[in-house]
């Protein structure tokens, strides 16, 4: 992996990432406009599984909005999100809420770089790979990076949060 670029323009997680001094690399890919599953449509045309590419969901607990980062390849387990928040229920947040709070557009929202800074879960299957994939902030781009430097910069929590299959 090679260090981004320095300078120049970028999406807010690009510029988190830069600033922080931390590896990755971005994957463009062709967005198409009629896809409706952003991160199936990510890891198949960079030919990565599903399982190493994690979507960004924001969801409503009790204290607000907060963001749960789980593999493309399964479902937030919306009560073990809300367990892992200290929550007693969670339930997915209206998208132009989601739009206006983080400043991404659904299909392109990272958990890098939102207007305010949100709770973070990333789903503990991140830790057994060297390095996944997730949203650069806009449709057809992707960060490639080791999963610890998503959970620092997010100051995120990592949890099961995730039904797979």
Known sequence: MSKAKKGGTGTPATVALTGA????????????????????????????????????????????????????????????????????RAAMAEAAKVERVTGYVVGGISPLGQRKRLPTVVDASALEFETIYFSAGKRGLQIETAPANLVDLAGAITAPIAKLG
């Open 21 to 88: 001094k931390v590896e990755f690399t971005l994957h463009p890919y062709d967005h198409d406009a009629n896809a409706q599953a952003y991160g199936e449509e990510a890891a198949d045309a960079l030919g990565v599984p599903y399982d190493r590419i994690f979507k960004t969901l924001v969801a409503e607990v009790e204290s607000g909005l907060a963001v749960a980062v789980v593999p493309v390849a399964g479902k937030l387990d919306l009560k073990a999100f809300a367990s892992a928040l200290k929550s007693k």
